[in-house]
């Protein structure tokens, strides 16, 4: 997540365009999703919080509601939530929603979810040990959990501005890899596999690249650039469509970009890559 969507995330539901960097993200998370749960056999998969993308809100999972998968989601801000139920309804996918005032609680059965899967959300838990705890209590099979890459430069570069008393919903301490490893360990869970991801050819910069141009360059020139970036883009730029059975070829499109991320060594994906996952399941005994 760009700490920038926290304040205008609403925009996206009216005007769709997430641009090429969120689009190529979307499908390399899904091959994340689609391989893990076809690894472990989900046909269930709980995602809270579902605040943590820089784009369109809530829809992580389509990917594995397309499969079958029974998709549960959780949010803190019930507007928030009562769009993401209407978008899910308008292309004809069942979703189940809860509202989650502070994570301290999942209202579900033990064991009762196969998967857990959090994309860089899980900053909003008030109290990550006791979330955690929760998220083991009610995932049977894998827990899957992606962070921001925070030895990445965008990354560093978004939190410039960051303080807690600007932005007191985010708590940086929570997607600290090895705290979250340490707590599902004592958890009874087990790394299984690990690495950063989401590595295309431009920087994590959290915005599109007419508006970070525009940020650093002087004001005239920066309206001149706003204006072409407006100009030249003729159509939204979203998985939408995708999903919607207008643009069967989205993936394969935005799969163009992923050179990148097929060859860069794990140093260079250190520094350039913009997220990093984490797959858990249960220790053997």
């Known amino acids: 997540m760009a700490i920038p969507i926290i304040n205008d995330w609403e925009k996206y539901f009216t005007d769709p365009h997430e641009g090429l960097g969120s689009s190529y993200e979307r499908v390399v998370i899904n091959d994340l999703l689609k391989r893990t749960a076809d690894r472990y056999g989900v046909k269930s998969v709980l995602e809270s919080p579902s ?26 801000d019930e507007r928030r939530l009562d769009l993401i139920g209407k978008l899910w309804s308008e292309l004809g996918r069942p979703l189940q929603t809860a509202y989650n005032r502070d994570y301290r609680k999942l209202d579900y059965p033990d064991s009762s979810i196969d998967m857990y899967f959090s994309f860089s959300a899980l900053w909003f838990a008030q109290d990550l040990p006791c979330f955690l705890r929760e998220v083991s209590r009610v995932t049977d099979k894998v827990i899957f959990i992606s962070v921001p890459n925070i030895t990445g430069l965008g990354y560093k570069m978004q939190i410039k501005d960051y303080s807690p008393q600007k932005y007191p919903d985010l708590r940086l301490g929570n997607i600290d890899r090895k ?42 020139l920066g309206s001149l650039i706003r204006k072409r970036g407006s100009d030249a883009r003729k159509a939204p730029l979203s998985i939408l469509d995708h999903y919607a059975g207008k643009d069967p070829d989205f993936s394969s499109r935005m799969m163009k970009h992923n050179w990148l991320e097929k060859f860069a060594p794990r140093v260079w994906k250190k520094y350039w890559a913009h997220h990093y996952h984490m797959v858990f399941d249960r220790e053997r005994r």
Do not use: Q
């Open 51 to 76: 605040f943590g993308f820089t784009g369109i809100s809530g829809i992580n999972l389509l990917s594995l509601a397309d499969l079958g998968i029974r998709v549960y989601l959780e949010d803190h």
């Open 179 to 220: 705290s979250i490893i340490f707590i599902l360990s004592k958890l009874g869970w087990k790394l299984r596999e690990a690495g950063w991801f989401d590595c295309p050819p431009w920087p994590d910069i959290g915005m599109a690249k007419e508006d970070l141009l525009a940020k650093w360059l002087p004001a005239a």
